[in-house]
């Protein structure tokens, strides 16, 4: 799947069956930093995410 | 439930995630959630004025604050009132001011804007041309000061802000380290000068209240102020966010915690009566306010390099 980073950034990652939320902490984020985004919807951190899938993450918290 | 969740009370297409109960919230049940928190908040104040202020940054915050005060019209009977705060900071200020007036426009809320040039003679950015303060520091005084000002002058006596659920836990947090009571009692009205403030998400988490804006279809991913630099509250709501995915629940009873403090030992701590500022007549404490402090260092530094 694709992963669009807050920071604009773009990653392949294989999501073999695992939720969006395993595969953010995987990355070193805290989902509770984040919304995620799928095609434009928003969907739950727990959603199992698909090969197809293009990912945007949105950071809800800015500074310090 | 494979790749989609749906909704604990609907079965509608889950958008959100509460992790202390497990269930999962559809837009409208999210939106119906966090509206009946604020809803709840606000009847707390008795009686609600004819016009109510809400302090409006332009940013995701006060941007969903306004979105709900909006929905919740019918149930809240004073006239809603936009107040901004310029406080001139190049590249940063112009689109979020752009973006608040726009959503005035759209919601169809009264907006006033004041501005530091206006009121001070400055821009941020001209106070902190060879300043050794703290940008934050300086512009928390006179933003507060421009507000307070911007209140006095619409007739706004109950002013709302954005913080939410994840501010107050951290300030809470950043309180206990300090040690300093007094600190859990700032603000908590001694005066009858000042518009009365109140924190209408201050039982919804930063991610519900994001949400909410998008949900609205009001955020923008807008610049950050190129003088955020509050290094010890990003470390503060780090550790907060990191304990919170650990252990569900704990930002809520942290922010609970210094309400429950409050309500306990209102009245029983003394605290320092205001005074009016010799310079201006503002209410605040010590002989010379703040800002009159803020106005004269500026006024020296300027002297000082004009060889007055």
Known sequence: ?64 | MEGKPVCSHCSGRAVYLDRESGTHLCSQHLKESVQARVLNRIIQEKPLPDKFGVAFSGGKDSTALLAVLVALKEKIPSRLIALTVDEGIGGYREETIRHARDVCSRLNVEHRIITFPDLFGLSLDDFMKNSSRKACTICGILRRRALEVLADQEGVHLLATGHNQDDHAQTTLMNAFSADIKKVFAGSGRTSQFARRIKPFAAVSEREVTLYAILSDLFIDLPECPYASDAFRGEVRRLLNRFEQEHPGSMRNLAHAEEEIRSRLKGKVQLQPLENCKVCGWSGSGEICQVCTVLKEQKNKNNSSTGQ
């Open chain 1, 1 to 64: 799947m694709k992963i669009i980073f807050p920071d604009g950034h773009e990653r392949e990652i294989a999501s073999r069956g695992r939720t969006i939320e395993a595969i953010i902490q995987e990355q070193g984020l805290n989902p509770l930093e984040l919304l995620v985004s799928r095609d434009g919807e928003i969907i739950p951190e727990d959603t199992i995410g698909n090969e197809s899938d293009s990912i945007r993450l949105i950071r809800i918290s800015h500074g310090g």
